[in-house]
């Protein structure tokens, strides 16, 4: 199905609407995160299927603390749970699980079931899943930029040693391409401090879906309206 079409080799996806969708069935927020977590299993495998090799999912910001407790505490509860429920599904579908962000910020328990399912899963060869979480795109850089100046400290790096590569190496992303594409759900038109140094030229889909009802069918239209782009990373258009 997906033979014709140009995947994406590395999927961004800004997961956002879980509290609207709740709001609209008049259930709590936490209802609404809990029905998103049905999406991310269903994306995660329609990713995979796709050919996709790296799938960077934004499902915490750093900015997401400032919410009530009682909703960071659920989210932390629900990512817990679904790491101990889909580890063995993961494993199963060769999906290699890894994460980005400040995890020394989450609850022990949490490190502990993202550890062991990184260990369990390290060997995989499938689709890559990168969990973006306590992740704020500013921060990456604050931490990037605070070990080059330890190196330069050290006398490890000079000033003219100070390059792109400098700095993308010492990013959480390190390993990984930069996104071919950023899927936003809910409307809203904002990066909300989502991987700013690597989305200098990742295609954007928006949709107004909101996430617990983004599911393969709409996946798909993405990756069909990326497949006809063309990307030009400053170049002319060619003749
Ligand atoms: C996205 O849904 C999930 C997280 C940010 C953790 P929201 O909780 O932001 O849902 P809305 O934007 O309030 O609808
Ligand atoms: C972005 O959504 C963060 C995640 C999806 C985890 P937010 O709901 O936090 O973004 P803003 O506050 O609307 O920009
Ligand atoms: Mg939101």
């Known amino acids: 199905m997906s033979g014709s079409l140009n995947i994406p080799r590395h999927v961004a996806i800004i997961m956002d609407g879980n509290g609207r969708w709740a709001r609209e069935r008049g259930l709590s927020r936490i209802e609404g995160h809990r029905a998103g977590a049905e999406s991310v299993r269903a994306i995660v495998r329609a990713a995979g299927e796709a050919g996709v090799e790296f799938l960077t999912l934004y499902a915490f910001s750093l900015e997401n603390w ?105 990013l959480y992303t390190a390993r990984y391409p930069d996104p071919d594409l950023l899927i936003r759900t809910s409307g809203e038109m904002r990066l909300s401090n989502f991987l700013l140094w690597q989305m200098s030229y990742t295609e954007m889909w928006i949709t107004p879906m909101l996430w617990p009802d983004f599911r393969k069918p709409e996946f798909m239209r993405a990756i069909e309206d990326y497949s006809k782009r063309q990307r030009r990373f400053g170049g002319v258009e060619p003749a």
Do not use: C, F, W
Not at 84 to 89: D, F, I, S
Not at 132 to 138: D, I, P
């Open 66 to 170: 400032v919410r009530p407790r009682a909703e960071t505490s659920a989210l932390m509860r629900l990512l817990t749970h679904y790491l101990r429920r889909e580890v063995a599904e993961l494993d199963k579908n060769n999906v290699r699980l890894e994460a980005i962000g400040r995890l020394d910020d989450l609850p022990k328990v949490a490190q502990r079931e993202l550890e062991e399912a990184r260990r369990a899963t390290a060997k995989n060869t499938g689709l890559t899943l990168i969990l973006a979480l306590s992740y704020g795109g500013r921060a990456e850089i604050v931490d990037a930029v605070r070990g080059i100046v330890a190196d330069a400290h050290a006398g490890r790096l000079k000033p003219e040693q100070v390059d792109e590569k400098a700095i993308s190496s010492r």
